[in-house]
């Protein structure tokens, strides 16, 4: 049996669903009422993020230090100081509006989707194009875009806590006699639904009311004003950064008190002591921080991987376990029809995708065989909601689904056998159905004959099916049946089992129907395995990241996904069903590998048991009864492409691309901005603990005041400035994912970072006090010395402690350091800025210790960057 391709929609025309609006008439609608966005955060005005960087309280002691040198008339440090104030505003200020701006762009390219009726035809389009008059397509998982009065509806349960506060979801039905074009805005009850309100079960059509700020969700946003929150790692940073501030204080103050014991004046060594503390402390921290997060977003963005809340950043640098699911996650997610199989006969379909053409092959080939066929693949076909979508020219590309892959795939495969479901449902209407939902696992529709008799279809899972409560065939034909489903399960495929009946007239309610029918047969469809996924979880696994496959489908055909992508079943050596799972509590689940059969709250069971394991855990889904599970892991991952709006929103994560390998990439992210900020910090406290250490071991070797004030934030600028912000942009190590991911409980100083600190601190002052004293010896400058010496030693453990060499690709970190060492130099051979810091030029005998003292303390981070 072959039959040429064609469009076959499975959707009968006349059921309550318009045209919709045309295009012309949605512009139209569009520039008169505004997109359907609720009001946006007001942006913050720069005076605004001007004052609360000077509100800092390091910087507030600078200011008062900038007052304390204008009063004694040291007007070079005041001016000094000013500086320093203002560059580090400028750079906060612009940190974070760049911050700000990545984090509008993932806002953008995250924002969620309708499916409206433009011209005739579903569309899908970006939520803020909804118009008033729009009819708008609801099914299990959207997020309803906008309010509206529903004109259709079908076992419609929808969740209004967001709106109502109500927690218990609520039924829906249509407005009695209500057609499109007589909604009234403003109308609230059982017949309404409103924005941002969650489908919860079956479908609806609704004609949008009210839009954007007019839609309740925007009038409820009004009343709002949203603060941006600290992420754990910046919470914790900033205790760090109290703690390292009153430590610097309390050195200050002992330098303080040392230089005044030295006979120095008190206005100097005021001002030396404040400047010491602030240079001591690496107050940039926040800002690099935030900006490394945000850039960390923006990359992943580039790899189809968008961040939706900022700390999931962070914590995908830690995750252990990825649970994942099978269909389109590990598998293609472009199902095709394979196999039939009916107790009169079998079949083999040809042809891959959704295109709708290929050959039938029935054994044995005789009229009853091929009519078995045909009737299993008619009410496959009719038992449904998809739509074939044929490429549009001038491209030549393939055909896709619109709705469920598997009930799409089943369109095609009746195309394949001579039915079109148009036709089919213009003869036989739909009037009612009972939608599929994941505790049932089967659907039903209801059709009328032209005789007046109902025809019942039903679709489901073999084990929803193949039971005394709804088939009323011998034990021998569904045993048969059974024995069947789970060979082809094991085979890989994924099993529907199809079913029928005739009522004298409609049952009330619409599942009383579901009693008592035929058996036409089992249908087999093939999801080829991702061929990326086998290499990506063995990735996943030389990463130290332990794959899990939670799944709803049969415990055969997850077995068989699992041992051709390479998922070890673990301890346990066989999958675990949700069955199991109900009848009590498994006795270790971190040792199952494979789950199948899984309900909502089984999933979410599985993600609790890991966590409370002491795994961080990263979990994958695409339905709303994946919505619990993903909200519960400490990186929930939803598909963008096929995963529903419910499943988005609840998500960390979105992945653009709907591969696995996007979340590998996004770990691998997650990774480098971890290392890189503990590599800034390494690298500013050394530099700071070098600075207090100088200024308290330098009188010893007989330097009165080892470095005046503005000498001090100099090397602070240069050190923490442009070079503190090119380490947060650094590439990932090239270790990063072949080694175990950092336990979540580790401090941000932990794994020695500490001791590494002290050792570079120690390394970066013996050097430079070596060079100044070493040019001291025969009477040249050695403040100056001491001041190029000690920015140098730091710029080199800045160049020790980079990754990857050369630079080329990633030629910040290198640019930054030269512009500072330039700068460093300008301190010493521009006349107008040696004046003002109280330096003077060194002879080329007197460049060579500094350059030395820089490459041995290069050589030093070099050494321990990895320990």
């Known amino acids: 049996m ?3 391709a064609k469009h076959s929609p499975a959707r009968p025309p006349g059921t309550g669903r318009s045209a919709g609006l045309s295009s012309s008439e949605a512009a139209l609608r569009l520039e008169r009422h505004g997109p359907n966005v609720i009001a946006s955060v007001p942006s913050i005005p720069l005076w605004s993020r001007v004052a609360a960087q000077l509100r800092d309280p390091l910087v507030l002691v600078l200011l008062a230090a900038v007052l304390l040198t204008l009063a ?29 701006r990545a984090v509008e762009a993932l806002g953008a390219l995250s924002a969620p989707g309708a499916l409206v009726v433009r011209d005739g035809t579903e569309r899908q389009v970006p939520a803020a194009a909804v118009v008033p008059g729009d009819t708008v397509v609801l099914g299990a998982g959207d997020i309803v875009a906008a309010d509206g009065r529903l004109v259709r509806a079908e076992a419609l349960l929808v969740d209004e806590s967001t709106a109502t506060g109500e927690s218990v979801p609520v039924d829906k039905t249509a407005a009695p006699g209500a057609v499109p074009g007589d909604a009234d805005p403003g109308t609230t009850g059982p017949s ?53 501030a009153a430590v610097a204080v309390g050195l200050s103050v002992v330098v303080f008190g040392w230089g005044l014991a030295r006979g120095q004046g008190f206005e100097l060594m005021a001002v030396t002591a404040i400047s010491l503390a602030v240079a001591a402390v690496p107050e940039s921290l926040p800002a690099v921080v935030t900006l490394s997060l945000a ?80 009737e299993v693949l008619r009410a496959a076909a009719l038992c449904g909601d998809a739509s074939l979508v044929a490429p549009q020219p001038p491209d030549d590309g393939d055909w896709s689904a619109l709705g469920d892959p598997t009930e799409a795939a089943l369109l095609a ?32 529709t209801l059709h009328r004959r032209p005789d007046g008799r109902v025809e019942v279809l039903l679709k489901g899972a073999p084990e929803a099916v193949l039971t005394t409560d709804v088939l009323a065939e011998p034990p021998a034909i569904t045993s048969e049946a059974m024995a069947e489903a789970a060979h082809l399960a094991a085979r890989g495929y994924r099993v529907l089992a199809i079913a029928a009946g005739v009522r004298p007239d409609l049952p009330e309610p619409a599942e009383a129907a579901e009693r008592g029918l035929r058996l036409l047969g089992l249908v087999a469809l093939e999801d080829p395995p991702k061929a990326s996924a086998g290499a990506t979880l063995a990735g996943c696994r030389e990463a130290g990241i332990t794959p899990v496959l939670i799944t709803g489908d049969h415990p055969g055909t ?42 909502a709250a089984q999933k979410l069971d599985i993600v609790r048991a890991w966590q409370e394991a002491g795994a961080v855990t990263a979990m994958t889904g695409d339905g709303v009864n994946d919505g619990p599970a993903l909200r519960r892991a400490d990186i929930g991952v939803a598909m963008g ?44 406290m050394a530099g700071g603990a070098a600075e207090i250490l100088v200024m308290l071991t330098g009188p010893a070797f007989g330097m009165a005041l080892p470095l005046l004030a503005g000498q001090i934030l100099w090397i602070n600028l240069l050190t923490h400035g442009l070079t503190g912000v090119a380490m947060g942009a650094e590439p990932a190590s090239p270790d990063a994912m072949h080694r175990p991911p950092r336990p979540p409980e580790q401090q941000v100083l932990g794994d020695g970072l500490w001791q590494r600190v002290l050792l570079l601190g120690a390394v970066v002052t013996a050097g430079s006090l070596a060079a100044a004293l070493w040019v001291d010896r025969d009477g040249g400058p050695a403040q100056s010395t001491l001041f190029l010496a000690l920015l140098a030693a730091q710029l080199g453990v800045c160049v020790g402690l980079r990754e990857r060499w050369p630079a080329r690709g990633h030629p910040f970190l290198p640019l930054a350091v030269l512009a500072s060492a330039g700068l460093g130099l300008a301190a010493l051979y521009l006349p107008a800025l040696a004046g003002l810091l109280h330096t003077v030029p060194l002879s080329g005998a007197e460049l060579l210790p500094v350059g030395a003292v820089a490459l041995v303390s290069a050589a030093a981070a070099r050494a321990v960057r990895r320990r």
């Open 641 to 684: 492409h096929r995963g529903s709006e419910v499943a988005r929103q609840a998500a960390d994560l979105v992945l653009a691309d709907d591969e696995l390998a996007t979340v590998v990439a996004a770990v691998e992210e997650g990774r480098r901005v971890y290392d890189n900020i503990r590599r800034f910090l390494l690298y500013a």
């Open 558 to 599: 997850a077995l068989a996904v699992a041992q051709r992508v390479g998922i070890p079943l673990g301890a346990a050596g066989r999958a675990v069903t949700g069955g199991e799972l109900a009848r009590g509590p498994v006795a270790d689940p971190t040792a199952v590998r494979v789950f199948a059969r899984t309900s």
């Open 2 to 4: 072959t039959t040429p």
């Open 192 to 244: 309404t639904v409103l924005a941002g309100t969650v489908v919860v079960r079956g479908r609806g059509v609704a004609e949008v009311t009210a839009t954007g700020a007019e839609s309740t969700l925007g009038q409820v946003a009004a009343q709002l004003r949203p603060r941006s929150r600290a992420t754990p790692l910046q919470r914790r940073l900033a205790g760090l950064g109290r703690v390292l």
């Open 295 to 374: 850039l960390g977003a923006q990359r992943m963005a580039a790899r189809h991987a968008i961040v939706r809340h900022l700390p999931a950043v962070e914590t995908l640098g830690s995750v252990t376990v990825l649970a994942t699911d099978k269909t389109g996650t590990l598998t293609e997610g472009v199902m095709f029809a394979e196999r039939v199989w009916t107790p009169a006969a079998s079949a083999v379909l040809s042809g891959r995708g959704y295109r709708p053409a290929g050959a039938v092959t029935v054994v044995p080939d005789d009229v009853a065989g091929r009519l078995a066929i045909r």
């Open 72 to 100: 004694t008339a040291d007007y070079p440090d005041a001016v000094v100081i000013g500086l320093v104030v203002v560059a580090n505003t400028a750079v906060g200020v612009a940190q974070e509006v760049r911050a700000d």
């Open 413 to 444: 495969a009746a195309a394949k056998a001579g039915v079109d479901p148009a036709e089919e449902l213009t003869a036989g209407p739909r009037v009612a159905e009972v939608p599929f939902d994941s505790a049932r696992r089967r659907m039903t």
